[in-house]
C-alpha cells in the first residue's frame, strides 16, 4: 500500500466535475491510502511549491500526485501511483483545450536555433510506458525521494555556483553585483519555478532530469482536460489525420515549439519549421488573461492552504 496526497493548485473555483471523478478513480483504488492537499492561489508556481512543501511534512507519504483542477483522471488512473513508486517521476496524457489539442508531452529541440525549445510530442505509442523530456503538471505522479533529491542536487549547485562568484566578484570588488546574484541565485526552487522563459513544469522535469530522474508517460492514462467543454484525445487526433496543424516556435529560450492549425499545405516538419512568434507555453493554467476568463476571478487577498484526510 502506498499513501498518496494528491496535490491541487487551484484559483478559487473548482469545477464539481473534478471532485467526482477524483473520487470515483479513488474508489477503484482501495488499496492505497489517499489524503488531499491544496493550495488556493493564482500564481501556480509558488502553489505547486506549497503543496510540495506541505507534502514533505508528512513524513509517511510517499508520493504526491498533482491532479490540476481542470483535469478529470480516469477510474484506472490509480496505476500511476505503482509506477511512480517504482519509477520515481511518471505523468498521464491530457491535452491542451485550445486547438489543435496537442497532448501536453514534450521533446526537446535540438535542431539548430532552437536550442533550449521543446516541440510537442504528436506521435506516440497508443498504449504502454513512453520516455519524454518533459510533461505538463496536471497529471503528475512524483516519488517522495525524488523531490529529496531535486533539493539536494540544486542547493549543491548554488553552492558551487555561488562559491564562484563571490571568488570572482570579492577580487573586482563588486559588491552590489554581488548581493544582486547572491539574492536571486538562492531564491530559485529546487521544484517548481514559473520563468518568462518557460513554464514551471517544465522548469520541473530539467530539475528532476538534472537530478538523474527520468520522465515517463502512461500513455493509457488519457484524463480529460476541462474547458467549454472537456477536451480529450479524439479532438486531437481529428486534426491532425486531416493534416491541419503546424508549427510556431516561440522565441524565448525554453519556450514549447506550439503546435497550432493551418492548412494541409502549410503544416511544417520539425525539419522545415520556419522562425515566428508563437505560444511561449501552452502548459500553464493560471497565468495570463486566459485563466482569468477562464475562472472568471482576479487574484484575491484572502489565500488558504489546506489538508484532508489525515494520517493516524
Known sequence: MAVVMVATPHGGKVNPEFYRWLLAMQGQWLQHQFIHGEVDLMIIGKARNMVTEL???QPNVDVIWFIDDDVLVPLHAGQLIDQAVQLGVVSGVYFARRPPYTPQIYRAAHEPGLEGKYWPIIDYPKSGMM??????????????????SM?????????????????VLVRQQDKAALDFLLTYLRSLSP????????????????????AGYVIWVNVDVKCLHIAEVSIEETFFLS????????????????????????????????????????DENPVSFFTGSEAVERNNNLPRASRRIGISGGLS
Do not use: H
Open 55 to 57: 507534502f514533505l511534512q
Open 131 to 148: 520516455v519524454v523530456d518533459a510533461v505538463g503538471g496536471g497529471c503528475l505522479a512524483v516519488r517522495r525521494d525524488v523531490l529529496l
Open 151 to 167: 533539493q539536494a542536487n540544486l542547493n549543491n549547485r548554488k553552492a558551487q555556483a555561488l562559491s564562484t562568484l563571490n571568488e
Open 191 to 210: 521544484w517548481f519555478e514559473f520563468l518568462d522563459q518557460k513554464g514551471e513544469d517544465l522548469y520541473f522535469c530539467e530539475r528532476a532530469r538534472d
Open 239 to 278: 486534426l491532425k489525420e486531416q493534416g491541419l496543424i503546424k508549427f510556431a516556435p516561440g522565441s524565448a529560450p525554453g519556450a514549447v515549439i506550439a503546435a497550432v492549425m493551418g492548412p494541409a499545405e502549410q503544416v511544417a516538419t520539425p525539419q522545415q519549421v520556419p522562425g515566428g512568434a508563437g
